[in-house]
């Protein structure tokens, strides 16, 4: 099964995945590498040719990197995922996908000027939070958007996954949502594997976000040690997925009012 993207525009960390959010190598047979995502300014972008995800072409601005924390990254064939729109709508989405995922991305956060549309650092695929495997099975479709306040640090994503077969990568807020009774954190190996909480090169700790619409599932993931803090929102939708999350790096400020806000905004 091909797992999630590698982005042209990206850095290798030098540690692997301490991320809040992690990837496991489970079922897949790929692997997963840390990376560290540039946030791009959104001015004009292209589909890759070839290369995989579409990088600082020509007419597009100069990245500014996040800092060099581990951070949940994943790798892919050239080509499987690509960027695509402009301004507003720049945007990163399978290659091969059906289209589906793109038009139930977020698209008009309330979110003040320091923010803007950055380089999408996903889809990330098989993605494990409390046990629970988001991508039983290759999506048949997913998009991924960002927005950035680089100079503070702090992202807010939105991310669709959409599955064919019925049973399979749906209902996974439902899923959580019975996962978050006991779960308060878990441990990360050097892989981003998620293990048992105390046995791990990380340690993330999970607590349950109240205060989102009915349906969406919340919940804030702190990776110990890290300065890493990321309140994440999921909610099942006819298919699939949606998941918005605010993050912050270094300490940055990740507002979980500002996640609340945002999927007010989603509808």
């Known amino acids: 099964m091909r797992m999630a993207m590698r982005l042209t525009g990206l850095v290798l960390a030098t540690t692997l995945l301490g991320a809040c959010t992690n990837m496991s190598t489970e079922p897949s047979s790929g692997r997963s590498d840390a990376v560290v995502p540039e946030g791009t300014p959104a001015t004009t972008s292209s589909p890759a040719s070839g290369g995989g995800m579409a990088g600082a072409e020509e007419g597009t601005a100069p990245a500014t990197a996040t800092p060099s924390l581990p951070v949940a990254g994943s790798n892919a064939p050239a080509g499987y995922v690509e960027l695509r729109g402009e301004g507003d709508n720049f945007h990163a989405a399978m ?7 793109e038009p139930m991305l977020l698209t008009d956060p309330p979110l003040s000027q320091e923010w803007q549309v950055v380089e999408a650092d996903g889809p990330k695929f098989v993605q494990t939070v409390c046990g629970v495997q988001l991508d039983p099975v290759e999506p048949r479709d997913a998009a991924h958007r960002r927005w950035g306040w680089v100079e503070n640090f702090t992202y807010l994503t939105s991310e669709v996954h959409l599955f064919s077969q019925d049973g399979d990568g749906v209902d996974a807020a439902t899923a959580i949502d019975a996962a978050l009774q006991g779960c308060t954190g878990f441990g990360l190996d050097k892989d981003g594997k998620e293990v048992p909480s105390g046995s791990g090169t990380y340690e993330v700790t999970v607590e349950r ?30 298919g699939g997925w949606h998941w918005i999350s605010v993050v912050g790096y270094l300490g940055a400020d990740s507002d979980a009012d500002l996640l609340v806000a945002a999927v007010k905004s989603a509808g």
């Open 209 to 238: 976000l109240d205060g989102l619409p009915q349906g969406w599932v919340g919940w804030t993931e702190v990776t110990e040690g890290e300065g890493m803090v990321r309140h994440n929102a999921l909610r099942d939708v006819e």
């Open 95 to 101: 290659t091969e996908g059906d289209g589906e995922a």
